[in-house]
């Protein structure tokens, strides 16, 4: 039973309960608006002292929960921290808060900048509130808000880690106020951050503030007009708009004579969204490329969309925001052409833009000056930028290694911009019409709530080695036990365990079914598959399709391979080998549909079920003689062949004896067929199992078994404690930090000039994009470069061989294709000199903004590892080496701009 209040807890109790109520009308009173339910609800359960998950639409005025809790933390003389998953969103919301409370007031922590860092309101990305918690950093003390906006970040497979960091691990009597966009799981969610912190509420709103049109726009080629329909009408899919996808798949039908939709031209829909009123728009077309010759299209094929005294103001902006670029940067960025895009109504936003030409375009956008902008997927990522339209011209994108169809969650974030708060009635999202791309796709994608957050946790060997220096093993493994993932996989052990005994259930029936009288099922099936080997083709599947499909006559009925045709019989019409040797069978399926398939459609050597006889005259592209052909595989209709009427009929021609001759070989083979997808699957669901149930901290456990091989650790009976390499691994931040700390500790860094250990340090920091071989050639002069790079892949591949020996992770491939770029602008080349000369012949120079941001990256370790490294030459000129690259273009880069 709780102690009844004394007179002076209770005038304490009293008197915080009226300051809150003070700062909550002086709040509210703020407000141009009357805040919606869900964000009362929210300023209700911080009022409580609870910690928040507000999950809800882009746009809807989650923010408003974050300054809230600002105000709170102020009023009790305590601060809070704003974090953000991305520099350029933080230097945003620096700016947003600076000119709420005064530059005095308000710092900003990133990689690029640290202005005010003490102030009572700061700033930051969530990787620098991470690296405040790991060092003990003084400047959490007094802190009693940190704001994680964008929280759903924690399960992106490079840096989600961070978040599940900051929330296990900040101190408890700080509370969280996460920020997420619309999820399916909010609540399983916030009772994690419940289970973590102590009382967390689940703040949930799934209405949009602004109403949202989903529309598909194609084009009239007999008018060559473009057409907006709805995708939906009444709560229901238009059949207007699923006509567009019918008339289209009819035209490829009438010999090439297309009378249905086509896809529109970006200029051409540029124009209609205009004459629509329908702008501004963001027209996402996820190839940076794509956005740069859109601009272009625009500037020959559209009339500028901007008036003069509009053109005027873009100017001052492009102007203002470009001062910072020498003369030559402008040339070598193409200042000019970006301009006159600018001034006519049309931007691009992606990551090859350098910042300065990034923020003019979202300043222009922001003050309605320019109307389009293009962008690819990074835009959708918290930059405040609002439109009244929003264009998805392909339902997929690339994602580093494949195409990949949209998630409903990608598509949601996406067309959230659609639709100003205060200003539009409806935002419009707006697809292109394509083949494949349609108005059910649309529809599917637009209605789906089925966006599960899910966790990418793993342990690393920073987060060990400060496990380590913080924690005694117990508390460690404790710690890791709280982490999301393990949460979630706790959950997931009773799903997978109820879902392994079905199937095991399913493939003792099946075997069951399977069984014959006549012989072994099993051993029939085996032989079958062996047939093809024993005619002397070469091992493997593919030898073994193709030699079954040699075999095949015509009248032979097989079972249909492939997506849409399994489970259903086809008749073999005819085999026959193209020019240029490939080997195509053709045949008709039971749903009257004559098919060409070649052995890749095959996953398995086909087996004949029965066979049949061809109708008189047939002629496979006659619709009456397929039609003919089906009614016999759909009546069962077995007239003999040869081969015995209603006899199955093996790939060997007889293999198996007494089981070859049953009646009902078809229907054992397809019961074994189930039996052996169904062991396939339960061994699959074993192995998930076993992954669920090794709790995350066992996997740890792993890499401190590698860090003290490695004498990063010394561990002792329930206790440990790093070494000196441990406590300088602890200190750096990097996705390669093993590798960095073992190259540092082996002398590897030691001994350089400052250009020499850029180009050195940038091995550990550049990806190359795309899925091309990597570059292994250090292509800078003098052979000591040279020589040390061959030293640092010499222990990537022996770090490598150890974590492959302890069921680890491999850390990512090193790669020297930057080093040039970093050796020459470390000694003070120029822009476009450099890279013009550092690309490969026949290849395009890198763009402008993946150098800086690449340049940035490295300085940013450099800087590391001046705090780091053990010999004070060599940290010394990881600093000089971090100054000699952060000047021109990157300086001008990292930059904030004034507070108006």
């Not at 809807?60 to 969103?89: D, H, M």
């Not at 205009?274 to 094929?301: H, N, T, W």
């Not at 098919?595 to 619709?623: I, N």
């Not at 540092?744 to 050195?760: K, V, Y």
Request: hydrophobic share 40%.
């Amino acid at each position: 039973m709780a102690r009844p209040l004394g007179p002076p807890e209770a005038l304490q109790r009293s008197v915080v309960k009226a300051t809150l109520a003070a700062v909550r009308r002086r709040f509210l009173a703020s407000l141009p608006y009357q805040p919606d339910t869900f964000q009362v609800a929210a300023l209700d359960a911080l009022d409580r002292g609870d910690s928040v998950v507000v999950a809800a639409p882009t746009g809807s005025g989650k923010t408003l929960v974050a300054e809230y809790a600002i105000e709170l933390a102020l009023a009790q003389g305590g601060k809070a921290f704003y974090t953000t998953p991305l520099k350029a969103l933080s230097n945003q919301k620096y700016t947003d808060l600076a000119r709420r409370y005064g530059p005095a007031r308000t710092g900003l922590l990133t990689g690029d900048n640290s202005l005010n860092g003490d102030a009572p309101v700061v700033v930051m990305t969530t990787e620098v509130l991470r690296n405040m918690v790991y060092a003990g950093s003084a400047a959490l003390a007094g802190l009693r808000y940190a704001v994680l906006d964008e929280v759903h970040y924690l399960q992106d497979p490079y840096r989600g880690s961070v978040w599940e960091e900051v929330i296990v691990h900040l101190p408890l009597e700080v509370g969280l106020v996460c920020l997420s966009a619309t999820v399916s799981n909010a609540e399983e969610l916030a009772s994690w951050v419940g289970t973590v912190r102590g009382s967390t509420a689940a703040v949930i709103e799934d209405r949009r503030p602004v109403p949202l049109e989903d529309l598909l726009v194609a084009g009239e080629p007999t008018r060559g007009q473009l057409k907006l329909t709805q995708v939906f009408a009444d709560g229901q899919l238009n059949p207007e708009a699923v006509a567009l996808g019918e008339g289209a798949r009819a035209a490829e039908g009438r010999r090439g004579k297309h009378r249905g939709a086509v896809a529109p031209r970006r200029a051409a829909v540029v124009q209609l969204l205009a004459a629509e009123k329908m702008v501004p728009a963001i027209y996402f077309i996820f190839s940076r490329a794509g956005c740069d010759e859109a601009v272009r299209q625009c500037l020959r094929e559209v009339p500028p969309l901007t008036t003069g005294p509009e053109r005027l103001q873009i100017r001052s902006i492009a102007q203002a925001s470009a001062a910072c670029l020498s003369a030559a940067d402008r040339r070598a960025l193409a200042y000019r052409r970006w301009l006159a895009g600018l001034e006519a109504g049309f931007g691009a936003h992606h990551a090859g833009l350098v910042p300065p030409f990034k923020e003019a375009v979202e300043r222009c956008f922001a003050a309605g000056l320019v109307k389009v902008v293009f962008a690819t997927g990074t835009l959708a990522l918290g930059i405040n930028m609002p439109a009244r339209s929003v264009v998805v011209e392909r339902l997929a994108k690339w994602n580093g290694e494949r195409t990949e169809d949209l998630t409903p969650g990608e598509y949601t974030q996406l067309t959230g911009r659609a639709g100003r708060r205060g200003i539009d009635e409806v935002g419009y999202a707006v697809v292109t019409w394509a083949p494949g791309q349609d108005a059910s796709r649309v529809a599917a994608l637009a209605r789906s709530r089925a966006y599960t957050l899910t966790s990418s946790f793993r342990p690393t060997y920073n987060m060990a080695a400060n496990l380590v220096q913080r924690h005694s093993p117990e508390v460690a493994h404790h710690l890791l036990n709280l982490s999301f993932a393990q949460y979630r996989a706790d959950a997931d052990v009773v799903r997978l365990e109820a879902q392994l005994e079905r199937v095991r259930q399913e493939a003792a029936e099946a075997r069951r079914a399977a069984a014959c009288g006549r012989g072994d099922i099993w051993q029939y099936r085996q032989q079958a598959r062996a047939e093809g080997r024993r005619a002397g083709r070469p091992r493997g599947q593919a030898a073994d399709v193709v030699a079954a499909l040699e075999r095949l006559r015509p009248g032979d009925v097989l079972c249909a391979p492939g997506p849409g045709r399994a489970g259903g019989e086809m008749a073999v019409v005819s085999t026959k080998q193209r020019k240029r040797g490939d080997l195509v069978l053709r045949a008709v399926t039971a749903r009257r549909r004559l098919v060409s398939l070649v052995p890749a459609d095959f996953h398995h050597p086909p087996q004949v079920l029965w066979s049949l006889e061809l109708p008189a005259g047939f002629a496979p592209k006659s619709r009456e003689s397929q039609r003919r052909l089906a009614a016999q595989l759909a009546g069962g209709h077995r007239a003999g062949t040869g081969r015995g009427p209603g006899t199955p009929v093996p790939p060997g021609g007889g293999v198996g004896g007494g089981v070859g001759a049953c009646p009902e070989l078809r229907a054992h083979l397809r019961a074994a067929a189930r039996a052996e997808r169904a062991g396939r699957q339960a061994e699959r669901l074993q192995r998930q199992l076993h992954t669920r149930r090794e709790p995350v901290a066992r996997q740890f456990d792993r890499l401190v078994d590698l860090l003290e091989r490695r004498h990063y650790l010394d561990q002792g009976e329930g206790s440990w404690a790093l070494t000196d390499a441990g406590r300088r691994l602890a200190r750096l931040y990097h996705d390669q930090d093993l590798l960095v700390a073992e190259c540092a500790g082996r002398g590897l860094l030691d001994g350089l000039r400052p250009e020499e250990m850029a180009a050195l340090v940038s091995v550990f920091t550049y990806e190359p994009r795309g899925p091309g071989p990597l570059t292994t050639t250090m292509a800078v002069p003098g052979g000591r470069l040279r020589a040390r790079w061959r030293a640092v892949r010499e222990l990537a591949a022996e770090l490598a061989r150890d974590e492959e020996s302890l069921g680890l992770p491999t850390t990512r491939d090193v790669s020297p294709g930057f080093a040039p770029l970093a050796y020459g602008w470390a000694r003070g080349g120029e822009l476009g000199q450099l890279l013009s000369s550092t690309a490969p012949a026949g290849e395009e120079p890198m763009a402008a903004g993946d150098f800086v941001r690449n340049v940035k990256q490295l300085v940013d370790l450099l800087r590391q590892l001046a705090d780091v490294l053990a010999d004070p030459a060599s940290a010394a000129t990881a600093g000089a080496a971090a100054q000699a690259l952060f000047r021109g273009v990157v300086a001008a880069s990292s930059s904030v701009g004034a507070v108006e």
